[in-house]
T-cell receptor, first 115, second 115 residues
Framework: AQSVTQLGSHVSVSEGALVLLRCNYS??????LFWYVQYPNQGLQLLLK??????LVKGINGFEAEFKKSETSFHLTKPSAHMSDAAEYFC?????????????FGPGTSLSVIP | EPEVTQTPSHQVTQMGQEVILRCVPI?????FYWYRQILGQKVEFLVS????????KSEIFDDQFSVERPDGSNFTLKIRSTKLEDSAMYFC?????????????FGEGSRLTVL
């Protein structure tokens, strides 16, 4: 069974500082991995995804993530935080070994950006 | 760009009442899902649906819940007798089908408040 852990339920960074949100996964098969962002009172928006191929994936709004199989990690980074990045971030894993996809979400990390 | 639409955006109901949440998945998608997010908590899988039957359901999806696709376009979640703890945001999602990249396409959510 798949699972996702996110270290740090809340992360606070200064505007312009590096953003690092940690995600570790457990999967019995090569995983598909995702980061979703949720702004206050809104739905889930896909930031980026890893399926196969290049392990460094780039997403929207300047975010990127690197798949490290040896560490079972998929950490999300952004070189310079912006006030508009304040939101809830969810890492997720999909088991595609069955005939359908079921995405399992991590507990989420709330990102605050300090001016 | 095609999108998943959900109605209502917000519903307030009395405990014990029946609620139906509606979703219109993207037209050529074949797999459908409901997820739930209690305020401030993680996004939890409820049920997946394919070929007019449930593929998988979580332990949250008890006998009070049901899903159906009555007319080939709508995908509904019914809660037969709502409880206070059913208050949450409910997200509908869809996937094109086999050989997809595992990315779920989410609607904006329906917020259910049970009083």
């Amino acid at each position: 069974a798949q699972s996702v852990t996110q270290l740090g339920s809340h992360v606070s960074v200064s505007e312009g500082a590096l953003v690092l949100l940690r995600c570790n996964y457990s999967s019995s098969v090569p995983p598909y991995l995702f980061w979703y962002v949720q702004y206050p009172n809104q739905g889930l928006q896909l930031l980026l995804k890893y399926t196969t191929g290049a392990t460094l994936v780039k997403g929207i709004n300047g975010f990127e993530a690197e798949f490290k199989k040896s560490e079972t990690s998929f950490h999300l980074t952004k070189p310079s935080a912006h006030m508009s990045d304040a939101a809830e971030y969810f890492c997720a894993v999909s088991d595609h070994s069955t005939s359908y996809d079921k995405v399992i979400f991590g507990p989420g990390t709330s990102l605050s950006v300090i001016p | 760009e095609p999108e998943v639409t959900q109605t209502p955006s917000h519903q307030v109901t009395q405990m014990g009442q029946e609620v139906i949440l509606r979703c219109v998945p993207i037209s050529n998608h074949l797999y459908f899902y409901w997820y739930r997010q209690i305020l401030g908590q993680k996004v939890e899988f409820l049920v997946s649906f394919y070929n007019n039957e449930i593929s998988e359901k979580s332990e949250i999806f008890d006998d009070q819940f049901s899903v159906e696709r009555p007319d080939g376009s709508n995908f509904t979640l019914k809660i037969r007798s709502t409880k206070l703890e059913d208050s949450a945001m409910y997200f509908c999602a869809s996937v094109p089908g086999l050989a997809s990249t595992g990315e779920l396409f989410f609607g904006e959510g329906s917020r259910l408040t049970v009083l």
